[in-house]
């Protein structure tokens, strides 16, 4: 059994700044990319930024240059440091992880964390 633990959620001024973090659990051989998503009420989830197990990263078009992704392979960890928020960045953001348990590599994903950006 494995489980995806985020933090760091809360409510921030539009200019501010939030760093959510995801910490993997269980079982575990290997974590492949891992990954970050969000979904705005009435809309589709979409990725934020996603990174490989080497540290390779890739964002979506809307968080480029005010986002970083960010992992420790130590701690099974993957961070989200969001600078310069936005209204639109409002969601509840997700982890996700494609975690080895035995062989083949699993996705599993976080229960969620509400981020509201508001003045």
């Known amino acids: 059994q494995v489980q995806l633990v985020e933090s760091g959620g809360g409510l921030v001024q539009p200019g501010g700044s939030l760093r959510l973090s995801c910490t993997a659990s269980?079982?575990?051989?290997?974590?492949?990319?891992m990954a970050w998503y969000r979904q705005a009420p009435g809309k589709q989830r979409e990725l934020v930024a996603g990174?490989?197990?080497?540290?390779?990263?890739n964002y979506g078009d809307s968080v480029k240059g005010r986002f970083t992704i960010s992992r420790d392979n130590a701690k099974n960890t993957v961070y989200l440091q969001m600078n310069s928020l936005k209204p639109e960045d409002t969601a509840v953001y997700y982890c996700?992880?494609?975690?080895?348990?035995?062989?083949?590599?699993?996705?599993?994903w976080g229960q969620g964390t509400q981020v509201t950006v508001s003045s």
């Open positions: 269980g079982s575990i051989v290997s974590i492949n990319a």
């Open positions: 990174i490989t197990s080497g540290g390779s990263t």
């Open positions: 996700n992880a494609g975690v080895v348990v035995r062989i083949l590599p699993r996705d599993y």
